[in-house]
């Protein structure tokens, strides 16, 4: 009996460190497999792509750093995004998504949202507050804590950005030659909301000015692009589309149905986005909606100057995710929809592999002018058209 308790000891003991080694190198380890870079370089940046580049106002639709246990004020080994690559890629504006539901074996074609949920493993993984085990609009809050807190341990290298003054703060400081980065919060489907309006009070006073509909299963909006429903919004993702118009947030239907854009587009007349997606007759993916469809959303809310897309960095959504792989589907999205409708979307951190990082972006520049891009299109590619709809937009 004295030998089997002795037995049975050691064994908790290896579960123990087997459990706090799960909890030390985990983490790292799924976040290196889901978020790897096909680096193909080096990179050809000439001076005139560098000098280029170094002058232009860069901003990013789409990336999912808040998800993964990483300081975002150190310069990271893994992922693809952290404060200071986007300095060295000279990026002014980083929008941050928090992701809060994603169902196993997710895929572009058909999901539901009823089984096992990868970001609930993740959140007990990574010793997320026991808050946000359960609960889908704590997860969301928590991801806006870490930004803020992010910002303040930052030294200034790092601003929230909730509002037009604070926009036009970044800007004079970037004009002045402050090293500085605006972040600002989205949502990838708003299943966050767990069915409760209220809850968009919570996540507006938390900072958060994007709202995606969907992610990869249908919710209690409406339709996913990779769900199993056949419709577009429910009575609830009407009143939430509603409420994010006349709060002057921007709405993102990345993910969403083409049923659902196609309602939207007839309850609003505000510069609509479509995240981080890729263009269809450039890359053949029911991931990308079709041409036609994107040109109606793009051509939403003409009063301000209509809506734009954010092209992707992943093979998946382009073909190729080289800086050439991308500068391609970009050259296609301005002649298909006109360059004031074309930005930028890497969905970098968001569980895909990328050809560089956000500190390569003058290769993306230098691959754009090869392409036969002018300065004045690859300015409003990089940032500028962005910069039109977060004015259009935030208050």
Same mark, same amino acid.
């Given at each position: 009996m004295r030998t089997f308790g002795k037995w049975l000891g050691r064994a908790l003991i290896l579960v123990g460190l087997g459990f706090i080694a799960f909890l030390i190198f985990g983490p790292g380890y799924v976040e290196r497999e889901r978020n790897a870079v096909n680096w193909q370089g080096p990179y050809p940046v000439s001076e005139a792509a560098a000098e280029l580049h170094d002058s232009m106002l860069v901003g990013d639709w789409h990336a999912d750093s808040l998800l993964w246990n990483r300081d975002l004020t150190e310069?990271?080994?893994r992922g693809h995004v952290d404060i200071p690559r986007l300095l060295e890629g000279n990026v002014t504006l980083q929008v941050f998504t928090a992701v809060t539901k994603s169902p196993a074996g997710q895929n572009y074609d058909e999901n539901t949202g009823d089984g096992m949920d990868?970001?609930?493993?993740?959140?007990?993984?990574?010793?997320?507050?026991?808050?946000?085990?359960?609960?889908?609009?704590?997860?969301?809050?928590?991801?806006?804590?870490?930004?803020? &807190?992010? @910002?303040?341990? %930052?030294?200034?290298?790092? =601003?929230? *950005?909730?509002?037009?003054l604070e926009l036009d703060a !970044?800007?004079?400081?970037?004009?002045?030659?402050?090293?500085?980065v605006g972040g600002i919060l989205g949502i990838e489907g708003a299943h966050a909301l767990e069915g409760d309006i209220a809850n968009l009070d919570r996540l507006e006073e938390a900072g958060y000015r994007l709202i995606g509909l969907h992610h990869f299963f249908d919710n209690e909006?409406?339709?996913s692009l990779h769900g199993v429903g056949d419709g577009g919004l429910t009575d609830?993702?009407?009143?939430?589309?509603?409420?994010?118009?006349?709060?002057?947030?921007?709405? &993102?239907? @990345?993910?969403? %149905?083409?049923?659902?854009? =196609?309602? *939207?587009?007839?309850?609003?007349?505000?510069?609509? !986005?479509?995240?981080?997606?890729g263009l269809r007759s450039a890359c053949d993916a029911h991931r990308n909606f079709p041409d036609e469809l994107m040109a109606e959303i793009v051509a939403n809310g003409s009063d301000e100057g209509g809506g734009v897309i954010g092209i992707g960095y992943?093979?998946?959504v382009t073909c190729d995710d080289s800086p050439d792989g991308v500068a391609r589907v970009i050259m296609a999205a301005i002649e298909a929809l006109g360059v004031e409708h074309v930005s930028l979307g890497s969905d970098y951190d968001g569980s895909v592999a990328v050809g560089f990082d956000t500190s390569e972006l003058a290769a993306?520049?230098?691959?754009?002018?090869?392409?036969?891009?002018?300065?004045?299109?690859?300015?409003?590619?990089?940032?500028?058209?962005?910069?039109?709809?977060?004015?259009?937009?935030?208050?």
């Open positions: 310069r990271g080994s990868n970001i609930t493993l993740l959140a007990m993984g990574q010793l997320w507050p026991p808050r946000t085990w359960n609960s889908l609009v704590e997860r969301a809050l928590y991801q806006a804590e870490r930004l803020h &807190d992010f @910002a303040a341990a %930052s030294d200034g290298a790092l =601003r929230v *950005v909730t509002n037009e !970044i800007l004079i400081e970037r004009v002045e030659g402050i090293a500085v909006l409406g339709t609830f993702g009407r009143e939430v589309v509603e409420e994010v118009v006349a709060r002057g947030m921007i709405l &993102d239907l @990345a993910h969403s %149905s083409e049923a659902v854009a =196609r309602e *939207v587009i007839e309850m609003t007349d505000i510069p609509l !986005i479509v995240s981080h997606t992943w093979a998946d993306l520049t230098d691959a754009l002018l090869r392409a036969g891009a002018t300065e004045e299109q690859i300015r409003a590619v990089m940032g500028g058209n962005m910069l039109r709809v977060l004015r259009a937009r935030l208050e």
